[in-house]
T-cell receptor
């Protein structure tokens, strides 16, 4: 069963506009949530993560994500995007399955910034 | 910085060939993973290993095998490549321990089977 759902496969926005990339996860007792970014022709890099504590987490390049337990969501937002934010973004949840820790990824959202 | 290196960026192989994808990490991580990335499907776990000579099946192990003879190296093997294995393959590593440690990814190998 899919543990993570990214509702939008592609999101085109204009430069300096706000953006929200949506992510919903299957409910679990303990949830550890991540957003990874993949720039063109590169591997995945960790953008931010939620483990516990404050439900709002921030990255160094202006992105933030809010953990919402009641809505089982972890949406990624940025108030003003830049051309350099063009990338594919993956939401992921760490789960313990069969005694081992695994990262389960969503389908990915391709963010395209238009000038 | 942690470095995860995949030996090839691009590979083209023929149907039926035996294919080896190599991954090396330089941070003494216990856990290593192989994923395939396909449009609209995200990353799907093929196999992972939590120690030398140890391996566990992921979500889509059919048609693949792995080898972990040394801690730093994790190889993905396609015994008899098929066209439906054309994909981007990503290797990752992560230290053993707390759930908050992130995984580090290689740059990927784009495999085309013709």
């Amino acid at each position: 069963a899919q543990s993570v759902t990214q509702l939008d496969s592609q999101v085109p926005v204009f430069e300096e506009a706000p953006v929200e990339l949506r992510c919903n996860y299957s409910s679990s007792v303990s949830v550890y949530l991540f957003w990874y970014v993949q720039y063109p022709n590169q591997g995945l890099q960790l953008l931010l993560k939620y483990l516990s504590g404050s439900t709002l987490v921030e990255s160094i390049n202006g992105f933030e994500a809010e953990f919402n337990k009641s809505q089982t969501s972890f949406h990624l937002r940025k108030p003003s995007v830049h051309i350099s934010d063009t990338a594919e973004y993956f939401c992921a949840v760490r789960k313990i399955l069969q005694g081992a820790q695994k990262l389960v990824f969503g389908q990915g959202t391709r963010l395209t910034i238009n000038p | 910085d942690v470095k995860v290196t995949q030996s090839s960026r691009y590979l083209v192989k023929r149907t039926g060939e035996k294919v080896f994808l190599e991954c090396v990490q330089d941070m003494d991580h216990e856990n290593m993973f192989w994923y395939r990335q396909d449009p609209g499907l995200g990353l799907r776990l093929i196999y992972f290993s939590y120690d030398v000579k140890m391996k566990e099946k992921g979500d889509i192990p059919e048609g693949y095998s792995v080898s972990r003879e040394k801690k730093e190296r994790f190889s993905l093997i396609l015994e008899s490549a098929s066209t439906n294995q054309t994909s981007m393959y990503l290797c990752a590593s992560r230290p053993l321990g707390a759930l908050d440690t992130e995984a580090f990814f290689g740059q990927g190998t784009r495999l085309t089977v013709v």
